[in-house]
């Protein structure tokens, strides 16, 4: 599997968004996939959204014992 959906790609990033090809690097010009830092999120969305949640769970659990201690 050498591609990627769109969703996949970083909006932050400088370069166009390279998601098909990824590996190929005669495809995408002054484009080496060993060196460059790919225009692609890393992670996945189970981790991006357990770390959300997780800190989200975090802070609530925090100002529910915050509340508990002070009653």
Known sequence: MDSVPFSCCNPGSPRPCIQHHLTNNTAHYDYDHHTEELNIWTRGCR?????????MMN?????????????
């Open 59 to 71: 802070s609530i659990g925090a100002l529910v014992l915050l509340v508990m201690v002070l009653e």
């Open 47 to 55: 981790e991006a959204l357990v770390s959300y949640y997780g800190g």
